[in-house]
């Protein structure tokens, strides 16, 4: 899988006459990071949910690569949603230590403990963040919860990871140690879409696409050479 497109996709939630998404059309790819750029309430987070396969869209379309992905059986879609990660901006924590919060989906997919337990170790240490891998993750700070969350994403190795709004509780040196991070997911071919709202962080994250959206509809697209 190399690429999620979006073509003309609307959205609204059932209990809503409002549109949350307008007509949208938009390509996110592997080997790439792409910034997704608005206020809170601008359609961001639907959009997210939307290109990493949570939600269908009530008209338009989605294509992985050039297959119909709603149109896809089970077998077929569950092959494709295993190469996406969608991390939510208020982080999901499980019962248990650190350690059993990151190796959770590995353990799903049939990994052997002491594997994904290694595993682990290397995302907590790329992460700085060692010292923490046996507390009780019900224990943690917010910034602690938000780096749990996203190492629980980056041992998955996906494809495209759709990370929305992660730097919202940590501090200027996390951030820094996080966009490094993802920038050598860039570099193993993998690719990155970031939602945020902070216009501050563009230029330190430096994208190669930057989405700007506002009221549901996209209003801007810069590439890396015009940001």
Do not use: C
Not at 64 to 83: G, V
Not at 97 to 103: A, H, R, T, Y
Not at 131 to 139: G, K, M, N, T, V
């Amino acid at each position: 899988m190399n690429m999620i497109s979006l073509k003309n996709v609307w959205y609204k939630y059932s209990n809503s006459r409002e549109w949350v998404l307008k007509n949208i059309s938009i390509s996110f790819r592997t080997k790439e990071i792409t910034v997704l750029l608005g206020p809170n309430g601008s359609g961001k987070t639907t959009l997210m949910k939307i290109g990493s396969l949570i939600y269908k869209p009530v008209k338009g379309s989605i294509y992985i690569d050039d297959k119909d992905y709603w149109s896809l059986d089970d077998h077929e879609k569950l092959i494709i949603r295993r190469t996406i990660v969608y991390v939510h901006e208020k982080p999901v924590i499980l019962r248990g230590s650190v350690v059993d919060n990151i190796i959770y989906g590995l353990r799903l997919r049939g990994f052997d403990k002491r594997e994904a337990v290694e595993k682990a170790f290397e995302v907590l240490k790329e992460l700085e963040i060692e010292e923490l891998a046996y507390r009780d993750a019900s224990q943690l700070s917010a910034g602690q919860s938000q780096l749990i969350s996203l190492a629980r994403a980056l041992i998955l190795k996906p494809q495209i990871m759709f990370l929305d709004e992660p730097f919202s509780h940590l501090d200027k040196n996390k951030r820094i140690k996080l966009i490094n991070i993802l920038r050598r997911v860039k570099e193993e071919d993998r690719g990155v879409v970031i939602s945020i709202h902070e216009e501050s962080l563009v230029e330190k994250i430096s994208p190669d696409n930057l989405i700007e959206i506002e009221n549901g509809e996209i209003i801007n697209i810069k590439t890396s050479q015009k940001i």
